[in-house]
């Protein structure tokens, strides 16, 4: 089944339009444009129409109109995603579902720990909802600011939290959404056990909007740590820090939520870029990790001093200093969070979001490094990220130099050796970020054709007619 | 689609037998007694044979063979649900396919804090390799020493740890899957974040055995608490109950491991039954929970003394004690497991595995015990449970007396009343124990036309020959 690519047709327009009203459909190029084109890295689409329902009934009579003219649809909510799942095709012929005007807070239930929202809430709304009430919604990532909820919910986003807290999926208990067909599915309860036969939100958490509009949820709450430690640790080796990781798990009892791997080479970024930013070491290593513990015990401090001291007596950890304050340690995860941006430092980075086991990282990093390095012996290596969750930034690229925009011809054989190398280690080729566009091929590669054909079983299944966020994440 | 009804066919049964080997073909009725009945609760079935293949190649060769005869399977791990789930029907024209002679563990994983298992792993011997890793593995319920793990998979098992550790789905990173038609599924990936398309896992989960067969899990560990603080409190009422929770889980963020609502009327039936079971308080008082702090905190003990002297002050709890040490935790832990046993002591009793949001769970037994009383004034009431997850199990009943029996005609009717209150909170009707055959019928009644259908078209998508434990859970 291919992609329809019909034109809209303008009774199809005009009805959507009597619908969600003048203020619920934006057709001029200039509005449009930050709905057609992606955040960053280039993504571009065309359509005819950017329709942002104000409610569930609205976007349900929007798919059903859509569906019976068998129109496709981009579900979008915050548009921040770096795959390409949120933007139409160049075709012009899918209409843009928004669902950023549906941003209330529904209800907040304190004794239940969860909160019920629309798809359209920002992130950090939720997060600062959250804190007002004394409590966490814990997922947090860079664009916090901007992201939407059901955006986060359909990419299962993962973010800085993940080690203790878990994907976003595991911070959901209920979701509404809008199916193919326009039948509103309304499973938005905020129930901590229910075994009343398939668990049908787990589809539709990572889909991508492939197989329906998530509208609402109901997410879990969680109590405020009172306390928070950081501290910025120089390590031997990457496995130094992965063995330091589990030294602290064991000792704080799951306290860890924060484990971020950085090499010198990104520090030195960061302060190319941004000069005023602090180096937490007085010496320079090669390997650093980030580390926060949190929690309600009074004795976090002491258990991070001792778990550093024990690392280091191990030989695990060469150098160490633990934040002073919250200005300190806001500092260390400010440096970590500028590594996105300073990699501009680069004339051209070329980026992985890729997972391993947390036992294979090390192999992961010295292997990657050297099969890059002997095939491009002027690469600059350059991994960081989430390691507590197996999840490495693996951003391999060539400093600013003449020619360095002929390099791009690289970015193929060298996602090659990186997704073969992951793969052969039991890893993920798109850890966080999903595949969109951007790895919806380069999966097939990968997966087994029982997979895929399991994913095409679902897809044919639950959108028949290939209406939803067509040709994104998987084709069929 | 009906359940296939044709007689198994002998060839079929000889070549399952040339895959499997007499060792892997039970056929005597004796030794099949075992498998085609309930462990509880008086359900029964008939078979023409016991297939127990012994990896998953076998399974796979077994399921292929079925399905090319279409002659439906019945997978059955330890056989201790409570649903009629693992039970083939009396019609004998299906398989049972036991995994219980795959029983290793594969991998075990210290630094990614998994092990890989196979599906005929007893729970217990799974907690048991775990500690003797210095680990964790939290999944934790009455049948532990006798259900396997492919069977807490398939029904997504609670427990009595959820409200720290989440149920079965949620301390799984991979499976593999034996899918109807005989092809493996091989998902058997230990990565905390992967978001390469569909999480097809999920998939299988608490499916019931009706979309394929679990071979294979990788499970997650966890550190193992250093403390454990336990404490039997009194408390004013079922709202009172929910109000120390929500204390307790903000005052030790989140160590809060087990949280138990226990009546008086409930220890009265554990001490008539073992009449050597102590109970915990010297006065008697209508409602009780049992609480359980673990953790790496060196302050637990404090900060339940706290917590439980805070509550008094502000009339949630009447009375308290704190284990003094393993052996008191372990008593007032037995007792409450004892309810299950003890409601024996009824004549009658008519149960209820059931929950609420937390914040409803009061009102739940306040009007459930109303709606009872004023139907039936001679009706005792029994709620226990883990009300920290809102899963209470509601067990009213009569007491041994002559024409107690005749009370069983008022199971139905007792049913909508407790279930129809239930979904009007916000419910579930299964909290922990699946559907199979006792609640299949029963959740039509309450879900919406459009998440039945879902279900269906799952199910159709992915067993078309409806061969994989048809009549379980959903009709098709």
């Known amino acids: 089944m291919n992609t329809p690519v019909a034109a809209v047709r303008q009774d199809l327009l005009d009805r959507i339009r009597q619908v969600v009203g003048d203020k619920g459909c934006i057709t001029d190029a200039a509005d449009m444009a930050a709905y057609l084109n992606g955040w960053r890295d280039g993504w571009q689409g065309r359509s005819p129409m950017v329709v942002r329902p104000a409610n569930t009934a609205e976007v349900a009579a929007v798919v059903k109109l859509c569906h019976d003219a068998r129109t496709p649809i981009v579900p979008q909510a915050g548009n921040t995603g770096l795959t390409g799942g949120s933007t139409p095709g160049m075709a012009g012929n899918e209409i843009v579902l928004s669902v950023n005007r549906m941003n209330r807070v529904r209800a907040t239930d304190l004794l239940n720990e969860t909160m019920t929202v629309e798809a359209g809430c920002i992130l950090a709304n939720l997060q600062q909802k959250a804190a007002e009430l004394d409590r966490l919604f814990p997922l947090s990532l860079g664009a916090e600011g901007t992201c939407q909820i059901g955006g986060n919910l359909s990419t299962n986003a993962g973010g800085i939290n993940v080690l203790k807290y878990g994907n976003a999926r595991n911070l959901v208990l209920g979701l509404e959404v809008v199916l193919p067909d326009g039948q509103v599915w309304d499973g938005l309860r905020g129930l901590r056990k229910d075994n009343t036969g398939y668990d049908l939100k787990q589809l539709f958490i990572g889909a991508e909007g492939t197989l329906g509009i998530i509208t609402q949820a109901v997410l879990k709450l969680f109590p405020r740590p009172r306390d928070q430690q950081t501290a910025f640790a120089a390590v031997r080796d990457p496995q130094a820090a992965v063995e330091l990781l589990s030294r602290a798990r064991i000792a704080s009892g799951e306290a860890v939520t924060g484990f971020e791997l950085i090499q010198r080479f990104g520090i030195d970024l960061v302060i190319r870029h941004l000069p005023q930013t602090p180096d937490p070491l007085a010496q320079k290593h090669a390997w650093n990790v980030l580390m926060e513990l949190s929690g309600s015990d009074t004795g976090l401090r002491s258990t991070l001093?001792?778990?550093?001291?024990?690392?280091?007596?191990?030989?695990?950890?060469?150098?160490?200093?633990?934040?002073?304050?919250?200005?300190?340690?806001?500092?260390?995860?400010?440096?970590?969070?500028?590594?996105?941006?300073?990699?501009?430092?680069?004339?051209?980075?070329?980026?992985?979001?890729?997972?391993?086991?947390?036992?294979?990282?090390?192999?992961?990093?010295?292997?990657?490094?050297?099969?890059?390095?002997?095939?491009?012996?002027?690469?600059?290596?350059?991994?960081?990220?989430?390691?507590?969750?197996?999840?490495?930034?693996?951003?391999?690229?060539?400093?600013?130099?003449?020619?360095?925009?002929?390099?791009?011809?690289?970015?193929?054989?060298?996602?090659?050796?990186?997704?073969?190398?992951?793969?052969?280690?039991?890893?993920?080729?798109?850890?966080?970020?999903?595949?969109?566009?951007?790895?919806?091929?380069?999966?097939?590669?990968?997966?087994?054709?029982?997979?895929?054909?399991?994913?095409?079983?679902?897809?044919?299944?639950?959108?028949?007619?290939?209406?939803?966020?067509?040709?994104?994440?998987?084709?069929?």
Chains 1, 2 share one sequence.
Not at 328 to 352: C, F, N, P, V
Not at 382 to 388: D, M, R, T, V
Not at 432 to 437: F, I
Request: proline share 5%; net charge negative.
């Open 305 to 476: 001093e001792t778990v550093l001291a024990e690392a280091m007596e191990a030989g695990l950890v060469l150098d160490a200093t633990i934040a002073a304050n919250q200005a300190q340690a806001r500092a260390m995860w400010k440096m970590r969070e500028d590594h996105a941006e300073a990699q501009k430092e680069l004339g051209l980075s070329i980026k992985h979001d890729v997972s391993v086991p947390v036992s294979r990282i090390a192999e992961f990093i010295a292997r990657a490094d050297a099969a890059l390095g002997k095939a491009y012996p002027d690469i600059k290596h350059l991994a960081f990220g989430h390691i507590g969750d197996g999840n490495i930034h693996y951003n391999p690229g060539w400093e600013n130099a003449p020619g360095v925009a002929a390099k791009a011809k690289e970015r193929d054989p060298i996602n090659r050796i990186v997704h073969d190398l992951v793969v052969e280690l039991g890893g993920s080729i798109s850890a966080e970020h999903g595949l969109g566009l951007l790895r919806r091929d380069e999966v097939k590669h990968y997966k087994s054709p029982v997979e895929i054909e399991l994913m095409r079983t679902l897809k044919r299944a639950l959108d028949p007619h290939n209406l939803m966020n067509p040709g994104k994440l998987i084709e069929i």
